[in-house]
């Protein structure tokens, strides 16, 4: 399976291998201060444009700290995972105010 993804330019980035998706049953739940590790975890794989930003960061969970793990330890209410019998496999967070945030 391949992806592409727009460029802002309009210019559309090479084609790249993603992951097939599971077969295994999944539910969809609120995201637990649990979940953090899967987090970071997910944040790294896809922080650098949808694909994996490893190369980017000497430290791993950086760019979870900044993008994810607020919202996963202040506003957990506002987010949801995506787990399967291999363990959570994507999310999504939010706030209910940005500015209170």
Same mark, same amino acid.
């Given at each position: 399976? $391949? +992806?592409?993804?727009?460029?802002?330019? @309009?210019?559309?980035?090479?084609?790249?291998? &993603?992951?097939? &998706?599971?077969? #295994?049953? $999944?539910?969809?739940?609120?995201?637990?201060?649990? *979940? #953090?590790?899967? %987090?970071?975890?997910?944040?790294?794989?896809? @922080? *650098?444009? !949808? !694909?994996?930003?490893?190369?980017?960061?000497? *430290?791993?969970? #950086?760019?979870?700290?900044?993008?994810? +793990?607020?919202?996963?330890? $202040?506003?957990?209410?506002? !987010? #949801?995972?995506?787990? *399967? @019998?291999?363990? %959570?496999? @994507?999310? %999504?967070? !939010?706030?209910l105010d940005t500015g209170d945030f």
């Amino acid at each position: 399976m $391949f +992806a592409r993804r727009a460029a802002s330019s @309009g210019v559309r980035a090479p084609a790249r291998r &993603i992951a097939a &998706i599971s077969d #295994l049953p $999944f539910e969809i739940r609120p995201c637990q201060p649990g *979940d #953090l590790e899967a %987090v970071y975890r997910i944040c790294l794989a896809t @922080g *650098d444009n !949808g !694909g994996d930003a490893t190369h980017l960061y000497a *430290d791993a969970k #950086l760019i979870g700290h900044i993008y994810a +793990a607020p919202y996963v330890l $202040f506003s957990p209410e506002c !987010g #949801l995972v995506v787990e *399967d @019998g291999a363990g %959570v496999g @994507g999310y %999504v967070l !939010g706030a209910l105010d940005t500015g209170d945030f």
